[in-house]
């Protein structure tokens, strides 16, 4: 879990497991109290930031592809391709995709 997590974003934390503070590193608790640390941190400091960072990405929805509408130059329907001159896509399907983007319209 240590490498899904850099150490600039988890020093800013106490380690509830061995009561580290901010900015030091995770002790060794073997029992010993040689106040050695740790190579990587625990993961009971590690897992808020996970946790976080997992329901911010289900929070933000992401964006409409430009095949998800359809076209309102032709009126192809999602999924189907355009056939415009220039081969590639309609702007007006773009526009209509980034339009749904802003407005959080959810997929039907």
């Known amino acids: 879990m240590h490498k899904q997590v ?11 497991r061995c009561h580290a503070g901010k900015g030091a590193d995770c002790a060794i608790g073997d029992g010993t109290g040689t106040g050695e640390v740790r ?16 329901n911010k990405a289900q929070q933000t929805p992401r964006p409409w592809r430009v ?3 359809t076209c309102p130059d032709r009126g192809k329907a999602p ?19 980034r339009e749904n983007t ?3 319209l959810p997929r039907s």
């Open 67 to 69: 095949y998800e509408v």
């Open 39 to 54: 190579a990587v941190p625990h993961d009971e400091r590690l897992l808020p930031i996970v946790e976080e960072r997992k």
């Open 6 to 16: 850099a150490r600039r974003h988890w020093i800013k934390r106490n380690c509830p």
């Open 79 to 97: 999924g189907a391709r355009c056939a415009s001159p220039s081969g590639g896509v309609h702007r007006s399907r773009v526009d209509l995709a």
């Open 102 to 104: 802003r407005k959080g």
